[in-house]
């Protein structure tokens, strides 16, 4: 079974959050899966980059798990990838510390699946708007993973979001998950 690690990045998870609380709440009755809240963990934003680093090293699989703010990540997250991404750690000839791990995006949208294309409100694909994301990771020798997507969120009832957390749950413990290759 693949250690896997959650890096969960809502700006108000206790004070606010619907979907993403959800999440993490179904999340917590699983001892194998680490749940790192980076709000909580750093609220003054003071990023330990070593801790980071290490909490990467001891994990085979990588969970981003955000709500999606103006098409991109929230800040907090934005600042992680910068300061935990060194030169020589990450990528450059001799930054191989993340060769192999799998990451996955676990994004809660406002926007729904239909909003999210051509002719659509949000015009284009959420894999579109991910694209600097799926760039860093493969930069960094991973692994990336098909995305875990809540769309609509806002309008989901609890019970709707309950389902949608345990599904989520389920999918990022699949072992048979993998990156398609031609
Ligand atoms: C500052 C801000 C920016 C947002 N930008 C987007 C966006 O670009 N696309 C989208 O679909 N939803 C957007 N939303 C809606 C959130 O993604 C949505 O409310 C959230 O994923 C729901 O999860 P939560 O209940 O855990 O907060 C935005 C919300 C806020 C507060």
Redesign the pocket.
């Given at each position: 079974m693949k250690k896997t690690l959650v890096i969960e990045a809502?700006p108000?998870?206790h004070d606010?959050?619907?979907?993403?609380?959800?999440?993490v709440e179904a999340l917590r009755s699983h001892s194998n899966i680490t749940v790192h809240s980076l709000y909580e963990v750093y609220p003054d934003w003071t990023i330990d980059t070593k801790d980071e680093q290490q909490l990467l090293l001891d994990h085979d699989r990588i969970v981003l798990q955000y709500?999606?703010?103006?098409?991109?990540v929230t800040p907090l997250l934005k600042k992680w990838f910068d300061d935990v991404l060194e030169y020589g750690w990450a990528y450059g000839s001799k930054g191989v510390q993340l060769q192999g791990k799998q990451f996955i995006l676990a994004?809660?949208?406002?926007?729904t699946l239909e909003?999210?294309q051509a002719g659509g409100s949000?015009w284009f694909s959420i894999s579109e708007y991910t694209k600097p994301l799926q760039a860093t990771i493969v930069r960094c020798r991973g692994t990336f993973l098909p995305s875990w997507i809540?769309?609509d969120?806002?309008q989901l009832t609890e019970k709707q979001l309950q389902i949608e957390a345990a599904a989520y749950v389920n999918y990022i413990q699949d072992q048979s998950l993998k990156a398609y290759k031609l």
């Open positions: 809502h108000h998870l606010g959050s619907r979907a993403n609380l959800c999440r709500p999606l703010y103006w098409y991109s994004i809660t949208a406002g926007g909003d999210y949000d809540t769309y969120a806002d």
